[in-house]
């Protein structure tokens, strides 16, 4: 791998410990990856936030970076938290798990990370430019900003990110080039699909076919026209479920997304009715009525917030309900009157956190509804949940009742 100059002073030290220690991460990758050099990248997206997941030995490597005078060099954001900043005693969060959760974002900020704290961080303003190179780590955040902004970046990992974060360069290699993003597999959908978690479970099954290739579907389109929900919330909930079920990083949607690279001869598969409703059933694993409904996987746009309070006007929800989103859009949808709405009818409007990296499982629930595909996988491997899979709109139809005057 040729390093530049100033590349090779950071390795050796020039630059402090902390960079050091992060050129080792992306030199070590690079090696891994046949990278030819460095490339300059534009913004970092964090994960391994959450104390559910990194624990305390990730705690303990944040903390010595950050005794290390780590900063960032580029504009770098967070995956969601363990909890919402705010509202942890009302989620339940045991004090323990707060402290500890406070600990490392205080590790991070000390970075000069922003706390954003959300896996969509697109809903909030931080929008890539096609062929902008990144280095974006949240799954459902990196095959979002390949995909529908045409940005590039690989499938970081919590340290690599937070590496290209500190010495602002990450190894040329993977989705950079542009000769690694063609798709070799074509979908012809020849079903409508009525609503996001159609979107999701058209994900989960391709994402298992897929495994890390780069799908390319035909016919989803039609689809999209006249739906209710935003077409960026429909292309979120199908990328997420392909990055839950296979690895997929990237995906292309003819006369949709910015790009549509195919080969001359792919693979080609189709998507009727009976693999939807195959897909649909596979996901619902639980017939019994869920204890709590989470939306908001990946994290809710003001649409999809918007879409919930409608259905939960003159209702009360007979079981709980969190609508993940982050910080930022929570406060816009108090300022639209939405989540005033949501909690009358008893539900929460959840910032910073999600259903999947919060402690669900240690709060006490053990069977939850959800309209995201990569909740649905997750919430069963990661929580123990048994999850009841369906729409948002018969999720909330099934479990509220209307106020009578
Ligand atoms: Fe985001 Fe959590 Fe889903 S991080 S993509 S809401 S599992």
Known sequence: MILTKQEQKMLEGEHGEAVQQSMEILVALGKIYDAEKMIQVKSAQISGVSYKTIGDAGLAYLQDLASKHARVKIPSFLNPAGMDRRQWKEMKIPEEFAKKQIEILDAYTSMHIMPTCTCAPYEIGIRPRKHDHIAWSESSAVSFTNSVLGARTNREGGPSALAAAICGITPSYGLHLDENRVSELVIDVECKLNNASDFAA?????????????????????????????????????????????????????????????????????????????????????????????????????????????????KKLTCELWVCTSQQMKKRADAYGYAAIIEKAGGKLIADTCMVVCPLETIGYKITGADSGKAAKYLESLCKQKVVFNDMKTLIENNSESIKK
């Not at 689809?223 to 392909?242: N, P, Q, T, V």
């Open 202 to 314: 058209l994900g989960v099954y391709v994402g298992k076919l897929a495994k890390n290739k780069h799908p390319a579907f035909k016919g989803v389109r039609k689809s999209m026209y006249g739906s209710r929900i935003h077409d960026e919330d429909l292309l979120k909930s199908l990328g997420a479920a392909m990055a839950a079920s296979g690895s997929v990083a990237l995906f292309y949607v003819e006369d949709t997304t910015p790009e549509y690279a195919v080969s001359k001869k792919p693979e080609k598969i189709s998507f009727t009715e009976k693999e939807l409703n195959a897909a649909r059933k596979e996901l619902n694993k639980c017939n019994e009525k869920p204890e709590i409904i989470t939306l908001g996987c990946p994290h809710a746009s003001l649409e999809q917030i918007r879409e919930v309070a409608k259905l939960l006007r003159k």
